[in-house]
Nanobody, 115 residues
Framework: QVQFVESGGGLVQPGESLRLSCVAS????????MGWYRQAPGKQRELVAH???????GYADSVKGRFTISRDNAKNTWYLQMNSLKPEDTAVYYC?????????WGQGTQVTVSS
């Protein structure tokens, strides 16, 4: 069993940046590809960025060029750097394996983009 703890969310204005962090409860580097997901009110949860075990990355079209996923293996931590934030980025952000593992969902971190 693995627990993920997300942090770094907050209230920002359009155009600003945030960096989200995700810490795993135990060392899982090399076991899973990882993803950042988000769920906006009234919408289904969606995958916005992922990083393979080998380090290849991929992004949803809606965030491509603005978001960057990265990891620090020594710290068992994954990051999502979010730049040029838009109101439509408002959501609860989660990390999980990719594909997601049902039992690994954490509480997420709220990101609100509003002027």
């Amino acid at each position: 069993q693995v627990q993920f703890v997300e942090s770094g969310g907050g209230l920002v204005q359009p155009g600003e940046s945030l960096r989200l962090s995700c810490v795993a409860s135990r060392t899982i580097f090399g076991l899973y590809a990882m993803g950042w997901y988000r769920q906006a009110p009234g919408k289904q949860r969606e995958l916005v960025a992922h990083i393979s075990r080998g380090g290849s990355t991929g992004y949803a079209d809606s965030v491509k060029g603005r978001f960057t996923i990265s990891r620090d293996n020594a710290k068992n931590t994954w990051y999502l750097q979010m730049n040029s934030l838009k109101p439509e980025d408002t959501a609860v952000y989660y990390c999980n394996a990719q594909p997601a593992i049902m039992d690994y969902w954490g509480q997420g971190t709220q990101v609100t983009v509003s002027s």
